[in-house]
């Protein structure tokens, strides 16, 4: 691929494109366990981050995969083309050393996402392999914390987040 320039994923009049990555069983969502995950379905998310997203002046892409490698390969395009990422990596984030290094070489804002808050839950949840590569995690908001991860983005974009 060739180099996509210094300015890449950087708006120039027109929108950055923010990538919504989704795991392994997020498609399901709605379906089963909204005690713990809402009731929002993965559409509804996407609607929501789309909708966000137009106000904030980003274009947001959401995609999901249950294969460790298609999540790889995506990260490895926001990486080339310097796209700012809100990930929920899903079961991932408590073992995928491969998502890890992968997300380690992109440059442009990364937010971990969860729906609920793993810290409250088994201990396996407590570990995050993604959140020491990641700008910040947010999670136990259900589908708010997508919104605020959203926000987030558009604030390291601008050079606000610490300010
Ligand atoms: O809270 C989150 O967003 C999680 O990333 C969700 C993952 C879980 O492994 C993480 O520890 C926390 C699980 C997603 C399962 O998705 C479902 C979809 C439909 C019904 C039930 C679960």
Known sequence: ???PGPEAGVPHGRATTVLVLNGPN???LGSREPEIYGSATLADIAAACAELG???GLKVDVRQTDD????????HEAAELRL??????AAFTHYSYALRDALA???APLVEVHLSN??????FRHTSVVAGVADGTIAGFGQQSYLLA???VASLLSGRTLG
């Open 105 to 107: 070489m992109r440059t």
């Open 26 to 28: 997020l498609g399901r």
């Open 150 to 152: 959203l926000r987030a």
């Open 54 to 56: 137009a106000e904030l």
């Open 68 to 75: 460790e490698a298609e999540l790889v390969g995506w990260v």
């Open 1 to 3: 691929m060739p180099d």
């Open 118 to 123: 793993p810290a409250a839950r088994e201990s």
């Open 84 to 89: 700012p990422i809100v990930l929920n990596p």
